[in-house]
């Protein structure tokens, strides 16, 4: 069974400051994928980031920047000199390559992060 | 070019009676999927669409609940009998193929959801 733990419900940060969000995955295939995804107050939800479990580079776009460690099951976000927009829940989410666990997304429960002003 | 479009936006309806929510993917994309999302949690997978493949109906929570696609165009979620705790917002999700090895065509993108009220 695959499983993925977002164990900050919420985090509340002051604009400018740079925050972590973090996700811990469980799975048993050797091939998967990993997913960010916001979720802004209008409640769509927008795609960020996918990486496959053989890359294990970190990736940065801008403000937001990933950190994959295989070896503790973790793919954490951080978003540098955060912004009043970035207020949103945050959901990582992950994909394996087992028959019936390849298709659907298995979600965190997310990580509301509101940036005051 | 557009994005996934899901209706109604919002339905509110009784105990008991039955309800359809209708999903439009992204044209050419030949997955499509199900999940629901609670108040303040995550999404729950429910139902998978692959071309003309058998769908994966492994998330469904009860036999109320069935959906249909005809061919790689709409999908219809019906729940039959409504309960109290099949309020949520139900999202729709399209990609260009569902199968891991499609690399980046892999990505899920989402509708804006139905949310659904049973009162």
Redesign the interface.
């Known amino acids: 069974a695959q499983k993925?733990t977002q164990a900050q419900t919420e985090i509340s940060v002051v604009e400018k400051e740079d925050v972590t969000l973090d996700c811990v995955y469980e799975t048993r295939d050797t091939?998967y994928?990993l997913?960010w995804?916001k979720q802004p107050p209008?409640?769509?939800?927008v795609?960020l980031i996918?990486r496959n479990s053989f890359d294990e580079q970190n990736e940065i776009s801008g403000r937001y920047s990933w950190n994959f460690q295989k070896s503790t099951s973790s793919f954490n976000f951080t978003i540098t000199a955060s912004q009043v927009v970035d207020s949103a829940v945050y959901?990582c989410?992950l994909?394996?390559?087992f028959s019936?666990s390849?298709?659907?997304?298995?979600?965190?429960?997310?990580t509301q992060l509101t940036v005051l002003p | 070019g557009a994005g996934v479009s899901q209706s109604p936006s919002n339905k509110v309806t009784e105990k008991g009676k039955d309800v359809e929510l209708r999903c439009d993917p992204i044209s050419g994309h030949t997955a499509l999927y199900w999940y629901r999302q609670r108040l303040g949690q995550g999404l729950e997978f429910l139902i998978y669409f692959q071309g003309n493949s058998a769908p994966d109906k492994s998330g469904l929570p009860s036999d109320r609940f069935s959906a249909e696609r005809t061919g790689e165009s709409v999908s219809t979620l019906t729940i039959q009998r409504t309960q109290q705790e099949d309020s949520a917002v139900y999202l729709c999700a399209s990609s260009l193929t569902g199968n891991l090895a499609g690399g980046s065509s892999y990505e899920q993108y989402f509708g804006p959801g139905t949310r659904l009220t049973v009162t």
């Open positions: 993925v091939t994928y997913f995804y209008s409640g769509e939800l795609f996918r959901f989410a994909s394996g390559s019936g390849a298709r659907q997304l298995t979600f965190g429960s997310g």
